[in-house]
């Protein structure tokens, strides 16, 4: 559906190691409290048992297959796996990885033809020490059998991405990588007045979760507002904009007074960042 309106678009997405995805949405959303056990114990007690998903958890095995439309039933299946990894192959056009996220956006940069300046980023969701789990080499084991689909997913991207790295030089990503750390570190310098949770966090900036640290940043200097922005209002801002363009190509059109309001109003909130 995606490909009928957007026939010459760019696909991108990102994958995680299964079992550290795993561990940080079974913090992330509570599971832990509500499982009384934590990651370690849960993969002794019950992921060694090899529970199927449940076809409504929006969080389970094989996150990374369900995100990406693989059902339930068919991550069960080896054949099915292999065919989704193919199909998933041939759909996109880069395949990211969090555990690698520089060079990432490095190859980011180059398939959009952007410079290293426009991927540079504040990192966003990070957990607080104290919620962050040790997962012991037994419990990552099981773990590990326990999500053998996701990580034929994620191998496969792994070695490509690794092919990726070694057609673009692995001496030139080097430096592209220190570049992007060095613009990192100056827009953390010039924007960052104090890392913190939401007991400080205000507005646009508090974030979805109490685990998580935020930004408070330099009020004086309006284009930091969009790299502090926290995942909930930064994906409320994204869909207004979508449902204001959505309103030009609807199949009522806004007389010529409106669509003129309507375009005022985005130009406004693209200046505000």
């Not at 957990?127 to 080499?137: F, H, L, P, S």
């Not at 059109?253 to 309507?262: A, N």
């Amino acid at each position: 559906e995606v490909a009928k309106l957007l026939p010459t678009a760019i696909y991108v997405t990102i994958l995680r190691d299964p079992v550290d995805c795993f561990e940080s949405n079974y913090v992330y959303m509570g599971l832990e409290k509500a499982n009384r056990m934590n990651i370690s114990q849960y993969a002794v007690k019950k992921a060694r048992l090899n529970p199927k998903r449940k076809s409504k958890n929006i969080i389970g095995k094989n996150q990374l297959l369900w995100d990406l439309g693989l059902s339930s039933q068919d991550m069960e299946n080896h054949t099915k796996v292999v065919e989704k990894i193919e199909s998933l192959d041939r759909e996109f056009h880069l395949v990211m990885l969090s555990d690698r996220f520089d060079e990432s956006l490095v190859l980011l940069a180059r398939l959009l033809c952007w410079d290293l300046e426009d991927v540079r980023y504040l990192k966003q969701n990070v957990r607080k020490n104290e919620t962050r789990k040790e997962i012991t080499e037994q419990a990552r084991q099981i773990l590990k059998n326990w999500l053998k689909a996701d990580y034929m997913l994620y191998d496969h991207f792994k070695e490509k991405f690794d092919k990726l790295v070694e057609r673009y030089g692995k001496e030139k990503m080097a430096e592209d990588v220190k570049s992007l750390r060095l613009r990192n570190k100056q827009l953390y310098d010039d924007c960052v007045v104090e890392k913190a949770d939401n007991d400080k966090l205000k507005g646009e900036f508090k974030m979805a979760v109490s685990k998580v640290e935020g930004y408070i940043v330099d009020d004086s200097k309006p284009w930091c507002s969009s790299f502090a922005r926290s995942e909930p209002s930064y994906t409320t801002k994204l869909r207004k904009k979508q449902q204001l363009r959505a309103n030009f190509i609807g199949r009522k059109p806004l007389d010529p007074i409106e669509q003129k309001r309507k375009a005022q109003q985005l130009w406004k909130e693209k200046l505000k960042g």
